[in-house]
């Protein structure tokens, strides 16, 4: 996640290779700004979204909460810092923010991806495990705390070695390394892995489980009206995330081939177009930051409703009588059946052995249905 001109391409040039034509510098620049523009404001009514309402305060939210935070400070302070190095290849903005603009990118990813991991072992626990003790919101803000305080030492090294240097025609900010030849490489081998294809696989494993018990199982026995509601909604948050890790799987992973093969053939970096080619790569990246809150809001009837109110003057914008009851504090109370507590589910079990063949599996369907209804509840 360094800035691709880290002195690796030639901290000993004295001319400035990567000055470019004015009309491509403009196009650049309209690509860039609008992911700024878009990931600031999407994300920002995100957060407001939440906190300003009672009823989107869940587990789930919460994570989304971290997620909006991290791509909206890094599309915030990285974004347009990085466009204008990678243009221009001269560093205009000192030693300090040198070393916050090397650091805080991988910090910022560390904390998104893993805060998608969170989510998706949550949703694993509520429609796998639903009678299993749910994150309270203590809890849910330790991990929060612990998935940042984990990324802080991950990318410490990358704000300990940056450094600038002043040549003749332009200064440099990029990461010094004690071992120039192997560190660079191993580090992004390092973060790739963590950051990037581990938690990749263990969404990837969750969210097949979850899928594969949200549309494959049978459910026996009658479903009422609210279940058959609750399990479409169940059904509709897991797609929104699946997308959402997809997204940010796709634009994150031509970042990675690009320094891995640029690692492995270091005679790229000196290619006409590599400019071009790692100006596209970022762009991609850093576009990651700008499509949750549009997800969100395709996808969510909640999220959607939060995002007319904040457009409602707009004339094309409309906000109906149930958008408003989407975000009210107070939820519809679920029907008998999904309202049994765990001591009804334990003696139910009990009074299993005195019932009679035909009622036993009538009991049975009970209990499995109790228990899905726990899960689909929590949302």
């Not at 347009?80 to 090397?102: D, K, M, P, Q, S």
Request: with cysteine; hydrophobic share 45%.
């Amino acid at each position: 996640m360094a800035s691709g001109r880290d002195g690796s391409n030639s901290t000993t040039n004295l001319t400035n290779q990567f000055v470019q034509p004015a009309w491509r510098v403009a196009l650049w620049s309209v690509a860039y700004s609008t992911v700024l523009a878009v990931a600031v404001f999407g994300n920002l009514i995100v957060i407001w979204i939440i906190l300003a309402h009672k009823r989107m305060r869940t587990v789930t939210n919460y994570f989304l909460l971290n997620l909006a935070f991290a791509d909206v400070s890094m599309a915030a302070f990285n974004t347009l810092i990085n466009f204008i190095y990678a243009t221009h290849g001269e560093w205009y903005f000192g030693e300090v923010y040198c070393r916050f603009h090397n650091f805080f990118p991988v910090t910022a990813v560390f904390a998104s991806i893993y805060s998608m991991t969170a989510i998706a072992i949550d949703r694993y626990m509520a429609i796998i495990h639903p009678l299993k003790h749910r994150l309270s919101a203590k809890a849910t803000m330790g991990v929060i705390v612990c998935i940042w305080s984990l990324a802080v030492v991950l990318a410490f090294p990358l704000c300990y070695f940056s450094t600038t240097r002043t040549l003749p025609r332009r200064t440099l900010c990029y990461v010094s390394w004690p071992r120039t030849a192997d560190d660079p490489f191993m580090y992004h081998i390092i973060v790739t892995v963590l950051v990037y294809l581990l938690p990749l696989v263990v969404m990837g494993i969750t969210y097949t489980i979850v899928g594969v018990t949200l549309w494959g199982s049978e459910i026996p026995g009658d479903s009422s009206d609210n279940y058959l509601g609750q399990l479409q909604a169940k059904r509709k948050v897991v797609k929104m995330m699946i997308i959402v890790v997809v997204t940010f799987a796709l634009c994150w992973l031509p970042y990675h081939v690009y320094f891995i093969v640029t690692g492995l053939n270091k005679r790229l970096s000196k290619w006409k177009y590599i400019q071009q080619v790692y100006l596209s790569v970022l762009w991609l990246a850093m576009s990651s930051t700008m499509y949750n809150p549009i997800i969100y809001c395709c996808l969510n009837s909640r999220f959607r409703a939060g995002f007319k109110k904040v457009f409602r003057w707009c004339p094309f914008v409309r906000v109906s009588s149930y958008d408003e009851l989407e975000l009210q504090n107070t939820r519809l109370r679920p029907s008998s059946m999904c309202t049994l507590s765990r001591a009804n589910t334990s003696l139910l079990s009990k009074d299993k052995s005195t019932c009679s063949r035909g009622n036993r599996s009538k009991l049975n369907s009970q209990i499995f249905l109790t228990c899905l209804c726990t899960a689909l509840s929590m949302v």
